[in-house]
């Protein structure tokens, strides 16, 4: 463990713990792990189990109008990469199949015994004022601490006119924000479908409509395979497949992207954010809170480990919290944001170069392979003597990272700054100069 800068101290010279408690949009919990609408969060035996464990929220899955939605088999699928089971998840379950009543019974159970806790009911009706206000408020009589409106789900409740249907169109998330708000008493997040050319157009109607919140990112549209020896689609339905949500690990930095773009835009910035897409570990948790998410919403984890997942989540969010001097959330949620920026904003001027240690170096050539053959030619070897060792011809190398990327050993290829002599300068800038005046940059476009 490092040692701890700038950390407050108690007056008995003890540093008192850093304090976990999460405020998304007036949403209050012990925590910022809630558990997303999904199955793992179907029932309200489900919820308190994980609020045993220690989650601090639960997005209970969305509820709708009865009768209740028939759903098929098979309806899960998943990808693996390099033995990780479930690196890619993929479903076509529909809203809850349970009775209306029945969920709104178990969530007034689970708030009597866990009033710290937050829940959230997410929500999906037909775009109606009346069934909306109907809805709202048979909810919120159940004590929940929120709505999250579903305007992602991108599979059969979209073909209905809900869901990720809604979710694509700026004009209606606006309306039926303002529904839901006409008839809410409770903090109102949307939650945002990434299968959409821009996220920040339904973002901004969301606000307009008068949200508290938003969440993002639902699922995005998949197909998860072929099987060679049937060549029917993988994870079928008596042979037939659907396209479902992709979720898990592979889709974190995509929610990043989506994420950090909506905490930097000047129509959506300073709008609450729930963060959703891939978080596993409680790194993940703090690299969409840097990015600006107020809390975490997990599922794919989940459903892969366990409720107790949430155990170490919160170890190494304290522990690194400590570490870094951070005394709450607050003082960490959308510090990095600021660092995204568009790419006429980069300093041209940066350089970086590879270096190889040829200690470390096992003379794989994977490095050599990859930059000859798809990148910039810039690393050789001298086979003189029987050598085998790359070295990169650095006046030619770009700084691309490819070779550093496939090395397979830690730290034998790192990328090193290089001063260049030569003040930084964006691409604004250099435009906006008429493209003069700087010899790095001229030699790149006009030589």
């Known amino acids: 463990m490092n040692k701890k800068k700038n950390s407050p101290q108690s007056k008995n010279g003890h540093r008192p713990k850093p304090d976990l408690s999460a405020n998304c949009a007036g949403i209050k919990s012990p925590n910022p792990f809630w558990l997303a609408s999904a199955p793992p969060s179907n029932s309200g035996e489900q919820v308190m189990r994980a609020f045993e464990y220690g989650w601090g929220g639960a997005v209970w899955k969305t509820l709708g109008q009865d009768p209740p939605v028939i759903n098929t088999t098979s309806r899960y699928g998943a990808i693996e990469i390099n033995g990780m089971k479930m690196a890619g998840f993929n479903n076509i379950e529909l809203i809850t199949d349970r009775p209306l009543e029945d969920n709104l019974r178990e969530i007034r159970e689970v708030k009597r015994r866990f009033p710290k806790h937050a829940v959230i009911a997410s929500l999906m009706v037909p775009c109606d004022r009346q069934t909306w206000h109907e809805i709202v408020k048979k909810t919120e009589d159940t004590g929940c601490d929120g709505l999250e409106l579903n305007f992602g789900c991108p599979h059969g409740m979209s073909e209905r006119g809900m869901g990720s249907a809604v979710g694509q169109v700026p004009d209606y998330v606006k309306m039926v924000v303002e529904y839901v708000k006409e008839a ?74 989506m994420i950090s773009s909506l905490a930097t835009d000047p129509e959506v910035k300073g709008l609450p954010i729930s963060g959703i897409g891939g978080v596993s570990t409680w790194s993940d948790a703090v690299e969409f809170m840097l990015l600006g ?133 964006t691409w604004e800038e250099y435009t906006a100069k008429g493209f003069k005046g700087y010899r790095e940059v001229y030699k790149r476009f006009h030589e």
Request: one cysteine or more; glycine letters at 8%; proline letters at 6%.
């Open 184 to 257: 809410a008493r409770t903090p109102v997040l949307v939650k945002l479908t990434p299968n959409i050319t821009d996220v920040r157009y339904p973002a901004r109607a969301a606000k307009a409509g008068g949200a508290d919140g938003i969440s993002l990112i639902n699922t995005i549209n998949s197909i998860m395979g072929v099987d060679l020896n049937t060549l029917k689609p993988k994870f079928a339905v008596d042979g037939q497949v659907a396209h479902g949500g992709y979720c898990g690990p592979a889709v974190k930095p995509i929610a990043l992207h």
């Open 293 to 425: 998410s107020s809390s975490v919403q997990v599922c794919t984890a989940v459903m892969h480990y366990g409720f107790r997942i949430v155990e170490d989540m919160i170890q190494g969010l304290t522990d690194w919290m400590e570490d870094k001097g951070f005394s709450k959330l607050e003082d960490f949620i959308g510090k990095t944001a600021p660092n995204v920026v568009d790419w006429k904003r980069l300093n041209l001027h940066a350089k970086t170069v590879a270096k190889i240690d040829p200690e470390k170096c096992i003379q794989c050539d994977l490095c050599y392979i990859a930059c000859n053959d798809t990148a910039h030619q810039c690393i050789a070897i001298d086979r003189k003597n029987g050598n085998k060792t790359p070295y990169v011809i650095e006046e030619d190398c770009v700084g691309c990272n490819l070779c550093a990327i496939v090395c397979p050993v830690d730290n034998c290829i790192e990328m090193k700054p290089v001063e260049t002599g030569n003040k930084p300068l």
